[in-house]
């Protein structure tokens, strides 16, 4: 053999060997297939999920905020990602232990400003497009949040937890600390709230600073307000905005004195940035819920949301238009039967988008400004965070197979591309349930809507246990949403079909369908959830009627005391988290006082009857189900004596009953070891009934 073709006889025999080491290595799409296990609890946490997502000012970039569980902490922790808007150059922005969050553009689109504990408080930083070290911009004695950036990039803006009176950070820190001196531990209150949500109340609150980049000068903008911005709990910077000149803003509170706890009457003000005038309500002509203010492209138009009806927190948002000039407003949707939950401009400002619930989903929509014509871009999956561009819409969506990924779409609904995988890999080694929505004739054989999710491996010749999920709220919806507390697919993968019916409460069918749960708590829903759970087993043979389980929380958690006493004979067991017993007692228990207020038609003394009539305790003599019962003591909303009080009957009438009790977690379970041990109680509790 001459020296060139035994060159080429061991390049041939190196390609060989290289390609037999890629195929052992890279097995076939089927073999990927077989290796891939059932979702579970670990696969949850596992995912990364997506945040907050900021286009640059040019519409190339988009930079995101990404949480990933860390099990050893037993914490969550946030770091910032950027990629292009085209779905190109993914990469990592921020890789410090801390906590990086909250993102948002500089005017120039050059550097980037976020919230980071790094420095071992929030504080503003600042980091370049190109990566590099990030740079500590405030260092303030409290924690920074809710950050924003003027449109003239001169000036920030954001909150901090001060004591109002002087609404100075540096004095509520100086009184901080001689209160951790004090021995005594007693608090003095003169009205409601003393806690809310998760959180007991000291006397501070959330107020807004304006901070000017050049000189560092804090500007204290909402002295002697005994009002929290934005909204609390969950409100974000959504409800604060700069106006268009830069040279004030608007944000949204409630300035209502001792009415706090039982009124919805949130309002936007205007403040001027340098705090030289106190704040001035805008919308004091409604005695409803005003909220997330938003400047049209031009400047000239202010946009927000708005309800009717004071006391009601789930009455239908309208979009309200406002000429900044004049001070004139008109009702944009009126006419349209959904209600918004997010709004953005069109950048020529003749639409409006919006994401709103819309039968099991939440449906991204256009709203003409002029006409208030509503064209559907995209019906299917949950849509949020919607960031409009000149030639396509930026937003997240998830589905119940999928948690959130960034998308894009053309304006008119066509060319809709993936622009994030980040969870790709971990959906590919992972079997899902397939789900499916149908309707059958629930109460006055109005129409109602169920969801089903197949348990995974489905083999229509088997019969499956089944888990009958009851959402909370009660206005809300389970809809067609990746959720990582109740995640049906979690169910599937333990080999159990999920039920998942939008009783009339809920939301997504118009203002009616959820108005109707109206002093009805335990009459409509209970019997959609009746005539659902039917319909279910009718429509699928292959799930065992003699095999299910009814889990909920919240309302849902009240509603599986309700079919205790009301609906004894049906399921083999029930978990009920964080669900009220005595709903005349609740109402002096909770915090929101406007919520129990609305539903049960008044106070307990003003309408005994609406607290009683579907009051679970008074039929605990029907009880014989087994039950799980869970409960957090940092639950203010419905407090842990009401799962250790259903617990305490339960044991006293000797009916298989088990308690898990969070010391440390509110209405919901965050941490990531809890929520390990919560899923493994509750699949445990199933099995134990359902499968044995």
Known sequence: MNKNKKTLFNVIIILLIINFILFIRMPSTAAEGAKAHPFSVHDLLAMERISDPQVSPDGRWIVFTLWRADLEANRGRTDLWLVGSDGQNLRQLTTHPASDFNP????????????????????????????????????????????????????????????????????????????AKKKSSGRIYDRLFIRHWDTWKDGRRSHIFAFRIEDKKLFKLMVGMEADTPSKPFGGPEEITFTPDSQGLIFTAKDVGREEAWSTDFDLYYVPVDGSKPPVCLTEANPAWD???????????????????????????????????????????????????????????????????????????????????????????????????????????????????????????????????????????????????????????????????????????????????????????????????????????????????????????????????????????????????????????????????????????????????????????????????DERMAYFNTEELWFPEWDHEGTPWTNPEGYEKHNPINYIKNWKTPMLVIHGALDFRVVDTQGISTFTALQRLGIPSRLLYFPDEGHWVLKPQNSLLWHETVLSWLDQWCKK
């Open 104 to 179: 948002r553009w500089s005017p120039c689109g050059r550097y980037i400003w976020f919230l980071s504990t790094r420095s071992g408080s929030s504080q503003v930083w600042q980091i370049s497009l190109t990566g590099g070290e990030a740079v500590q911009v405030t260092d303030l004695p409290l924690d920074v949040n809710n950050l924003i950036v003027s449109p003239d990039g001169r000036y920030l803006a954001f909150t901090m937890e001060v004591f109002p009176d002087k609404g100075c950070p540096y004095e509520t820190k100086r009184r901080l600390d001689e209160l």
């Open 291 to 581: 909220t997330m203010p938003l400047f049209s492209p031009d400047g000239k138009t202010l946009a927000y949301l708005a309800m009717k009806r004071p006391g009601y927190e789930s009455d239908r948002f309208r979009i309200i238009l406002r000429d900044w000039a004049s001070g004139k407003e008109r009702v944009l949707t009126e006419n349209w039967d959904r209600s918004p939950a997010e709004i953005a401009w069109s950048p020529d400002g003749r639409l409006l988008y919006a994401t709103a619930p819309n039968i099991g989903q939440q449906s991204l929509f256009a709203i003409d400004t002029q006409t208030g014509q509503v064209k559907m871009i995209i019906k299917e999956g949950y849509i949020t965070s919607p960031r409009p561009l000149k030639d396509k819409i930026i937003f997240g969506l998830d589905h119940l197979k999928s948690p959130v990924e960034l998308y894009s779409i053309r304006p008119d609904g066509r060319e809709m591309k993936a622009i994030t995988q980040i969870n790709a890999a971990r959906l590919a080694s992972i079997k899902m349930g397939d789900y499916e929505q149908f309707s059958f004739k629930g109460w006055n054989d109005e129409t109602v809507y169920t969801y089903v999710v197949k348990p995974v491996d489905f083999d229509p010749n088997k019969k499956y246990p089944v888990a009958f999920l009851i959402h909370g709220g009660p206005q809300s919806s389970f809809s067609n949403h990746f959720h990582y507390r109740w995640n049906a697919q979690i169910f599937a993968g333990a080999g159990y079909a999920a039920v998942m019916v939008d009783f009339h409460g809920s939301t997504g069918y118009g203002q009616a369908f959820t108005d109707s749960i109206r002093g009805d708590w335990g009459g409509k829903p209970l019997e959609d959830l009746k005539k659902g759970l039917a319909a279910a087993l009718e429509r699928y043979p292959w799930m065992d009627g003699e095999r299910v389980a009814a889990l909920g929380a919240s309302f849902g958690g009240y509603m599986i005391n309700w079919i205790a006493g009301n609906w004894p004979d049906r399921f083999r067991c029930l978990v009920n988290h964080d669900g009220n017993l």
